[in-house]
């Protein structure tokens, strides 16, 4: 299993980034897929999330109406668009793959990829 987060980097506060999350060595199809943060100094949070089932999403609190997530099972892959982005935003994004092609809260994915840095600030 592999996944592959990419297209972080530096925005000013009210911009936007799209994050990507490259899978492979899996049936992507099966699967629910989530995004989570790190911020320096905090333990990690999810962010959002997103079946394969049935399409369904999830998000924090934090980023609902900011924040949306999607899949493209033909490229195996889920985006994440952030925008009008806060400096609390800024962290360390990860995407993790679930057991399971349905999220469940008290669930932990199973496999992570390496994060990519998103920085907001003026």
């Known amino acids: 299993v592999q996944l592959q987060a990419s297209g972080g980097g530096l925005v000013q506060p009210g911009g936007s980034l799209r994050l990507s999350c490259a899978a492979s060595g899996f049936t992507f199809d099966d699967f629910a897929i989530g995004w989570f943060r790190q911020a320096p100094g905090k333990e990690r949070e999810g962010v959002s999330c997103?079946?394969?089932?049935?399409?369904?999403?999830y998000y924090a609190d934090s980023v609902k109406g900011r924040f949306t997530i999607s899949r493209n099972n033909a490229k195996n892959t889920v985006y994440l668009q952030m925008n009008s982005l806060k400096p609390e935003d800024t962290a360390v994004y990860y995407c993790a793959k679930y057991y399971s092609s349905t999220y469940a809260p008290e669930e932990s994915p199973g496999n992570w990829g390496q994060g990519t840095l998103v920085t907001v600030s003026s």
């Open positions: 997103i079946n394969s089932s049935d399409g369904g999403t």
